[in-house]
């Protein structure tokens, strides 16, 4: 006789069970739709986004995420707890439906069992050893909540009644298992394929049969009780997301990575900029608030907040969504909060890390549009002023725009504007251009590309500022207005391709300004560098040296380039000791989303926490790849007291030391 059992024992396969069990089901399943019904009349309120293109690859990448839990695991301990009970709970989920599938289906209509022999055997203990995983999962995951309590995880009691519910299911399980196998399978070799249920069964064996018949049969209907209440309680708390954070995954933005949607800004319908309300914002925006678990690891990795500014990017996401659902009338800006809003570096450390591709950083700069195109309001005189420089000087550092190109004299560079005879046109910035730190870098980058035999064109006077600080800041119609100039001239100096020495540069030159027109190559100077090392073009006489390296955020988190940097400076003889936060969970320098432009007020300098990270390797020199970082550090090492002791550069500083003499 092959190895079987019998399916609804001691239950009954009659009317008297499948009707109540299925009307209650068709109760839970019901009540499921109806609560999303419900929430999508909310999620409507926002602005139409499209997020259904390429469906074959949303659908996939889901599916990677879902299964595979590949965002979860990322941060270890609870991501792999979390990872072992979706796991386990979902083999628990497929076991059932195949029991069902069996019962109620093809033995019923067509006499087919398919639940027996070694299949069954392979089965049993894969279902025991699922819910074995997904009880003690959830037993670490309730000490961590409830126990251990980590800084900033909120409870609520959503959290009390849904992880009741999960631990009964599982629970009434295994003693509805033990009952049937203390009746069915005492001394069976079967038993053996169950083990959990065989030591269940082993506890409860002592209290005769038809006590355990009893307790098996209400133990049946109280565990289907608790699973349909689970179900039809899901929209109505906040393990919505077991439905929204998969929906998520397939809504993610497809890239490119950190490309913030352009205004119109000759759009003549258009009333408002930015968002001021919920109705201001995209039914995505609405919708990431369900989708968010509060599992709190954006606010973990964010610099603003690990430096005691007011700004929790979960919080910020939350606040939308219960505005939408509770007063989707009110001032966004005063429920955020205006010091949170600016807070932002936009160094996308949320965005990375959140396993349910939440977008953090595009509504903050919504809010922030609002409040500087529709109130002209800044987080600072400072701020102001450097907006107005920009304007007027094509630069935020109040230099006359004449003199942008007198850092290179004497390099015996080319005019890009007059000229067309040079191999590539190296897009300098602003601060390359005028801040004395940030020149040498930009020396150091012309002398390696005449060493490797090329002709370097800039636009000198004819440059301008990227835009990007100010459009990260929310002035879109400057940075709009700085692009459209660059772009111009970019295109009349026959350029073929473009090298930057600042990652914002890179980022907005390669992404942004692809709406407005722009479509030449632009490389960032490290994969620049790393490419004529590789070529033999550029020569380096290697020298052992000990350092720290940074990863900036809009070369590492934005774009993804963490190895060429490293592989430049393992070419010059590095040994990189690694910070502890690092590649892409690298800690920003505090400069990004236009913070650059203004003054630290809040809480602890992010610059200072970043500094100490680097001198906690105990190496002497910190490598950048970043202006921005550079300055950053320059000024962090003062704060920090460590200027003796730790020495910023940048990558090209170091490389240009080292060629042949």
């Not at 390696?448 to 990007?468: F, M, R, S, T």
Request: aromatic share 8%; charged share 20%; net charge neutral.
């Amino acid at each position: 006789m092959e190895f079987t059992r019998e399916i609804y024992w001691n239950v009954g396969h009659g009317a008297a069970t499948l009707v109540p069990m299925y009307l209650l089901a068709i109760a839970a399943i019901a009540a499921l739709v109806y609560g999303f019904v419900r929430r999508a009349e909310t999620y409507k309120l926002g602005k139409p986004k499209d997020r259904f293109d390429q469906p074959l690859a949303r659908t996939a990448a889901m599916l990677r995420d879902v299964l595979l839990q590949t965002r979860v695991l990322r941060v270890k301990g609870p991501g792999l707890a979390h990872s072992l009970f979706f796991w386990g709970f979902a083999l628990l989920f497929v076991g059932t439906a195949l029991i069902v599938i069996q019962a109620d289906f093809t033995d019923l209509l067509f006499d087919v069992v398919f639940l027996k022999g070694a299949f069954y055997k392979l089965f049993s203990l894969v279902l025991d050893l699922a819910g074995l995983a997904a009880l003690v999962t959830l037993f670490a995951l309730l000490i961590r909540r409830w126990v251990i309590r980590p800084a900033g995880l909120l409870t609520s009691r959503d959290d009390l009644i849904m992880h009741g519910l999960l631990f009964a299911i599982l629970l009434t399980g295994f003693f509805i298992e033990g009952a049937r196998m203390a009746v069915t399978e005492a001394g069976n070799p079967l038993a053996a394929w169950s083990p959990v249920g065989m030591g269940l069964a082993g506890l409860v064996g002592g209290l005769g049969e038809s006590t355990l018949l009893a307790l098996h049969r209400g133990l049946w209907w109280f565990h289907l009780l608790l699973a349909v209440l689970f179900i039809g309680l899901i929209p109505f708390t906040k393990f919505r997301h077991i439905l929204t954070t998969s929906a998520n995954l397939f809504l993610a933005n497809r890239g490119p990575v950190g490309k913030l949607a352009t205004i119109d800004l000759e759009n003549e319908n258009t009333e408002s900029f930015g968002a001021r309300t919920v109705t201001d914002m995209s039914w995505k925006d609405i919708f990431d608030a369900d989708a968010c678990t509060l599992c709190k690891r954006c606010q973990d990795r964010c610099p603003a907040y690990n430096t005691d500014k007011p700004l929790s990017p979960m919080q910020v996401v939350n606040r939308i969504g219960e505005t939408a659902f509770t007063a989707p009338d009110a001032d966004l800006i005063e429920t955020v909060g205006r010091d949170a809003i600016w807070s932002c570096t936009t160094c996308r450390a949320c965005q990375d890390i959140c396993p349910a591709a939440i977008e953090h950083v595009d509504k903050i700069v919504e809010l922030r549009r609002n409040l500087v195109l529709m109130e002209g309001e800044f987080p600072g005189d400072e701020v102001m002023t450097a907006m107005e420089q920009i304007e007027v000087n094509g630069n935020p550092l109040g230099m006359g725009y004449a003199a942008r190109g007198d850092w290179a004299e004497g390099l015996g560079l080319v005019d890009a504007g007059s000229s067309r005879d040079f191999d590539v046109l190296y897009f300098v910035g602003c601060y390359a251009s005028f801040d004395k730190r940030n020149i040498a870098v930009a020396r150091s980058f012309v002398k390696l590309c005449q060493a490797a035999g090329l002709k370097v064109g800039i636009l000198g006077k004819d440059e301008k500022c990227c835009g990007e600080p100010a459009r990260k800041m929310g002035n879109e119609y400057l940075y709009q207005t700085m692009a459209g100039e660059n772009i111009g001239t970019i295109e009349a100096s026959g350029a073929r391709r473009i090298v930057t020495t600042c990652p914002h540069c890179y980022n907005t030159l390669t992404k942004d300004y692809r709406d407005l027109g722009l479509t030449i190559e632009v490389q960032p100077h490290p994969v620049f560098l790393s490419q004529l090392v590789a070529e033999g073009r550029l020569k380096i006489d290697a020298a052992s040296f000990d350092c720290s390296y940074h990863d900036s955020c809009y070369l590492g988190r934005h774009n993804g380039l963490y190895g060429a940097p490293r592989q430049l400076i393992e070419s010059a003889g590095g040994r990189i000791a690694e910070m502890e936060k690092n590649r892409d969970q690298g800690f920003c320098c505090g400069a990004g989303g236009g913070r650059i432009l203004a003054e630290e007020k809040l809480g602890s300098r992010i610059n200072v926490a970043r500094v100490q990270q680097a001198a906690a390797t105990g190496t002497s020199l910190l490598l950048a790849n970043c202006p921005f970082c550079l300055t950053m550090f320059e000024d962090g090492v003062k704060g920090a007291g460590i200027e003796e002791s730790l020495r910023p550069r940048d990558i090209a500083e170091v490389l240009a030391e080292r060629l042949p003499a």
